[in-house]
């Protein structure tokens, strides 16, 4: 069995940073560094008052030691790492840009009053959760040993679960639609033969080559900005083959 710090050093980097910015921005909180006020996403103090890292720090506060921080935290572990190491192996620009395209996303949704969250962290854990049930749909979930099902069904399964305990509705939705958003535009559209809009950015490509972040994936065949390849009657994309009717 690893030790906790062979397990931590096993993690990918785009999910071990984002994990670890969660985990020190609550523990800065619950030593009282810092107040809420100063980190919450207040549009009207963005625009009149120019505290632009509003945009950013209310993407990692997951809220105060607590069950429900766990459970997100370990959402992050579990669900971005299987992605960081299934569909997105050796692919790490462009998982970085899908959690990028997902806080960007987010943002906008939440300048319309009726989704407006004040941190946003839930909803991004969210849409990694989304994403991964979208790939692994078939794998078999059982949720706290009373209900199982298949993971196409989790995020709202776990949405139902939320509500029901008394947590609101608007962050679980948010991340789902902006999963939603992102898998439609990078898997669903390109498989019903439209483009691919959603390329990784050069400039995330560069950042991430600089840096050294990850694996990056090296093909001769295929473009790093087109995983999509055809395959006979059918198409190879991220690794898995999609039968074509017509």
């Not at 984002?18 to 800065?28: I, W």
Request: net charge positive.
């Amino acid at each position: 069995m690893s030790s906790p710090a062979e397990f931590y050093h096993s993690l990918p980097p785009i999910t071990k940073a984002y994990g670890t910015a969660c985990l020190f921005a609550t523990a800065a909180y619950q030593l009282g560094l810092y107040n809420l006020n100063h980190m919450a996403l207040l549009y009207e103090r963005v625009f009149y008052g120019f505290q632009v890292w509003r945009l950013f720090t209310n993407l990692f506060f997951l809220g105060p030691f607590s069950i429900n921080f766990g459970i997100r935290l370990l959402m992050i572990v579990r669900y971005g790492v299987q992605l960081e190491k299934g569909p997105f192996d050796r692919r790490t620009a462009d998982f970085l840009w899908m959690m990028i395209f997902g806080a960007f996303t987010l943002l906008v949704l939440s300048a319309i009053p009726i989704f407006w969250s004040p941190f946003l962290a839930v909803p991004l854990v969210f849409m990694l959760l989304y994403v991964w049930s979208r790939e692994f749909p078939n794998a078999q979930i059982n949720i706290y040993g009373l209900v199982a099902l298949k993971a196409f069904y989790l995020p709202w399964a776990m949405l139902a679960l939320d509500v029901i305990f008394g947590s609101p509705l608007i962050p679980d939705l948010l991340g789902i639609i902006a999963g939603h958003l992102y898998y439609f535009l990078t898997v669903l559209h390109p498989l019903a033969g439209g483009k691919n809009i959603l390329k990784t950015p050069m400039w995330v490509r560069k950042l991430v080559a600089r840096w050294r972040i990850g694996m990056q994936p090296v093909s001769r065949g295929q473009s790093a900005n087109n995983p999509q390849q055809e395959t006979g009657s059918g198409v190879a994309f991220r690794g898995r083959s999609y039968r074509l009717s017509g």
